[in-house]
């Protein structure tokens, strides 16, 4: 088993810039070493799905989309003073709550959003299941990104319907949807199309030429797209921007349900709490139907995460971009200097994306976890090829796994 005191805790690392937001906020610049990232907290015995794969076996896990950092204080201190009510009953939304998530995308991206749009879900998979279910009745193919998270490749099956996969390019060592392929396809027999960005696994921001071309064949195709938008407050590169799907044009708004949550960026995951925003009526009125006697209600602790975050958690959130942006270019560093390894470049997630093909390994997956790193195997992803990494985790711990794969590899 890996132990807490293994590694050596590096100082934490002063923060001279802010990231991820539309715009740069200088007052933070002074609080963004305010935080600590290096510390390594135990998560054993508490019933992390992350590291208790690997319960009583020395292998640092890097698999599952979870963070290994604390959150930051003020949600901390929210979530305490919410606790010391002492009432947990059946927890609903209201203007006021539905209205922080307006003012974000406000703040964030200068996009008006009403309170009204806002439909709160217990977290994003569930979602594309609403949206799928309400939206496809008389259709039996969902078009969705071949190389991607892998419930959007079986949530359609699971209510049902056909994923039709679209093709994917590698083009300039960004993992997106192949546009030029996408502008060729039939759509018929299809009402709604997934969306994943930021692009997962991969890293890459769609820039806003990129979304208009998709904009444009959802348009000449009468589709509804649903767009995870979960990794958009992580934004690792300083030039990149995150644009929300449905700020693209009228047609976009009125014809997509766009998908947020601050489980990734603010490691709140297991408090089970995401929003949606639709702003064409009736596709929110079928997406709310869909949910009666399916969907449970968002219980209060994900309200109090979730709320706190958007409101009060930009400066904690630009400290923790940084950090992983040091991480980032750390392991890309390393991995590329070992010879049958390449790490793409990634602009967003805590995800990297790493070809192992040259390798030759039967199973690829398997061999690090022998060697003390467990991974994601591309095969999840539809691209056996590759290993997901995650390197939301303290520096030290990334040295150390660093360290097994370079050893596993002489």
Known sequence: MVQTDTYDITPNIAFDSVSGNTQKDTDL?????????????????THSSKWDKYKDRDIIPLWVADTDFKVAPVIQSALEERVKHGVFGYTKTDKERDQTVADYYQKKYNLHVEADWIVWVPGIVASL???????????????????????????????????????????????????????????????????????????????????????????????ILVSDEIHADIILDENKQHLPYFGISDYALNNSITLGAASKAFNVAGLACSWAVIANEDIRQAFKDEMHGIISEINPFGYTATLTALSEGD????????????????????INT???????????TFLAWIDVSALNLEDPCSFFEAAGVGLSPGSNFNDGDFLRLNFGCAKSVLEEAVSRIKKALV
């Open 338 to 348: 070992i010879d049958g390894m390449r790490m793409l470049p990634l602009e967003s």
């Open 29 to 45: 610049m002074a609080t963004n070493n305010n935080y600590d990232f290096d510390t390594v907290v135990d998560r054993h015995n």
């Open 129 to 223: 299941t609403l949206a799928i279910s309400s939206l496809s009745k008389q259709h039996q193919q969902v078009l969705t990104p071949d190389i991607v998270y892998p419930f959007l490749h079986t949530t359609p099956a699971a209510v049902g319907k056909q994923a039709n996969h679209l093709a994917m390019t590698y083009a300039e060592d960004r993992v997106r949807i192949d546009l030029n392929a996408l502008e060729k396809r039939n759509a018929k027999d299809a009402r709604v199309m997934l969306f994943c960005n930021p692009q997962n696994p991969g890293g890459a921001i769609y820039t806003c030429e990129e979304l208009s071309r998709i904009d444009a064949y959802c348009e000449a195709n009468d589709l």
């Open 315 to 334: 400066e904690w959130l630009c400290a923790m971009n940084k950090y992983l942006r040091n991480n980032r270019d750390y392991l890309l560093e390393q």
